[in-house]
């Protein structure tokens, strides 16, 4: 099993980024998927979640109206469309694959997890 996340980089305070993670050694349309995130010396902490039909999600209220979560289950892919980027921000963007239910991966109930992609917003 391997997520791989992509998209990071620099960016200015207000802008956008997509990031991206390909999931494979799974069949992809029955894991609930999230992305999570760990800023410099904090816990990692959640961010969004997506169920396997991508009919629900979840978003943590830090980043609700500006931060959305979807997945292309053909693509074996899973996406976070990032906009209004602030400096609270930046952290390492981390995607995971859940064996429960989207609401588990909501408080990191996940079992399988990517390397993590950079994020930094400069002010």
């Known amino acids: 099993v391997q997520l791989q996340a992509s998209g990071g980089g620099l960016v200015q305070a207000g802008g956008s980024l997509r990031l991206s993670c390909a999931v494979s050694?799974?069949?992809?349309?029955?894991?609930?998927l999230g992305w999570f995130r760990q800023a410099p010396g904090k816990e990692r902490e959640f961010v969004a979640a997506?169920?396997?039909?991508?009919?629900?999600?979840y978003n943590a209220d830090s980043v609700k109206g500006r931060f959305t979560i979807s997945r292309d289950n053909a693509k074996k892919m899973v996406y976070l469309q990032m906009n209004s980027l602030k400096p609270e921000d930046t952290a390492v963007y981390y995607c995971?694959?859940?064996?429960?239910?989207?609401?588990?991966?909501?408080?990191?109930?996940?079992?399988?997890w990517g390397q993590g992609t950079q994020v930094t917003v400069s002010s």
């Open positions: 050694g799974l069949t992809v349309g029955l894991y609930p």
């Open positions: 995971a694959a859940g064996t429960g239910t989207v609401q588990a991966v909501t408080i990191g109930r996940a079992d399988y």
């Open positions: 997506i169920s396997r039909s991508g009919g629900n999600t």
